[in-house]
Structure formats: structure tokens, C-alpha cells
């Protein structure tokens, strides 16, 4: 391989653990996975909370949308290994100072959420952060904010989609990278792919040296890479 492709946990390591649970960034950590890729919303109270979807339905003991809870009132729920949903404070002291990379999802695209790209942006400022934060997004225009707020991080679009000219694209929209459901040559723009958990799949990737893999089992994609 030209070069070695990084592994990201996506949403941690739900294999083993609820997805986007503190638990499962913890053990990620400890066993010195590469990055670790989430998502984040915003409380009525305007306070970044770690969950995928814009219901706390379908991964807590709970029903609703996150918006219309206060962080105080959305912690008298649960993920099923019993834990509340992290709060974004949580996840950054949990990496403080590890080698850890991060990959912010803002999940602006079903439901958008007023100044979360200033908030954010401002935590991760003052987290004592190892590497720059990818901030991914699939609303284009939550990315366009992000870059006017903090031209000093990475930005990727997230998309399923196929770019005609990925290259410029990525300049036009001031992208560092390209997080796909598929690979696509891309030419001199970072490219992650997800969500891969495929044995086959991740040897044709890690032998294409994308940038990064996002997966459900980081151990596993591991297992492939030091084999190859």
C-alpha cells in the first residue's frame, strides 16, 4: 500500500456496545483505535448532544425528538447499556490529549438547528485536541458555515451519491475530503468511506489506500489491514 488507511469507529463500536455511547468511545480508546466518527444534534436548550437520529426512539428507553428536550430532561433516558445520552462535553474530555482523530457528524440535514455550527466549533476550540476535527455533514450549507466560522479545521461532504469532478468540488467548497458510500477515484481529496464491515470489501479499500474506513467493528477492519 502507498499508504496505510486510518480506521474510524463508526459511532463507536456498536458491535460490542449501544451506538454513540461513552462506553463504547471508552473502549475504542483504550484499544487504541484510530478515530472515532458520531453525530451531534442540539437540546432545546442548545446544548450538543451525541446521537444519530433526531428521535431518541429507536436507541433509548424514550420517544421524541431531541429538540424538544432539555438536556436535563432528556437524561432521564437511557441507551440500553443504561448510561444517558452523552452530551458532546463528555466525548471531548474522554479524547483529551490522546491520539485520537475525530469525525463530527452535524446532522443538519432533516432537521436544522440554529447556530450549532458556532457552538460546536467553539467546543472543539477549547477541547485539547491531538489532531484537527473532521466536521462531515450532509447538508452542504452546515459545512459552508463551519468553514466562514473556523477555516482551521477539515471539512468533508457526506453523500451517497457519486461527484462528477471531485476535485474541484473539494476546492470549490473548501473540502478537505469526501466521506462516500462507495469508492470512487477522487484524486488528491481525502477520502473515507462508509460504512464498511465487509472483509472483502475492506481488503479492495485498504488495497486502494482511500484515506479512511468507517466501520461498526474497528478490531475486525484491523485485522484486515495487519494481515495485508
Avoid at 6 to 28: C, M, Q, T
Avoid at 32 to 59: A, K, S
Avoid at 161 to 183: K, M, N, Q, S, V
Amino acid at each position: 500500500m502507498a499508504s496505510t488507511s486510518l480506521i474510524y469507529g463508526h459511532r463507536g463500536v456498536p458491535v460490542k456496545f449501544p451506538e454513540n455511547s461513552l462506553a463504547g468511545f471508552a473502549y475504542a480508546i483504550a484499544h487504541q483505535i484510530d478515530g472515532l466518527e458520531f453525530d451531534v444534534h442540539l437540546t432545546r436548550d442548545r446544548v450538543p448532544v451525541i446521537m444519530h437520529d433526531e428521535r431518541i426512539d429507536r436507541t433509548t428507553n424514550g420517544r421524541g425528538r431531541i429538540i424538544d428536550y432539555s438536556l436535563a430532561e432528556l437524561r432521564q433516558f437511557t441507551l440500553a447499556n443504561g448510561e444517558p445520552i452523552p452530551a458532546l462535553a463528555e466525548l471531548l474530555a474522554l479524547v483529551a490529549a490522546k491520539p485520537v482523530h475525530l469525525n463530527l457528524e452535524l446532522k443538519t440535514d432533516h432537521q436544522y438547528y440554529p447556530g450549532i455550527e458556532r457552538l460546536v466549533l467553539g467546543m472543539l476550540k477549547r477541547a485539547d485536541l491531538v489532531y484537527p476535527v473532521v466536521i462531515s455533514s450532509f447538508n452542504l450549507h452546515s459545512i459552508e458555515r463551519s468553514y466562514a466560522i473556523d477555516p482551521s479545521q477539515q471539512y468533508a461532504f457526506l453523500t451517497s451519491a457519486r461527484i462528477g469532478d471531485p476535485e474541484d468540488f473539494a476546492a470549490t467548497e473548501h473540502l478537505e475530503g469526501l466521506h462516500l458510500e462507495h469508492y470512487q477515484p477522487v484524486g488528491q481529496v481525502s477520502e473515507r468511506v462508509w460504512t464498511v464491515d465487509d472483509p472483502a470489501e475492506l481488503r479492495r479499500l485498504f488495497a486502494r489506500s482511500v484515506s479512511a474506513v468507517i466501520t461498526n467493528n474497528f478490531e475486525l477492519a484491523r485485522d484486515v489491514r495487519a494481515a495485508m
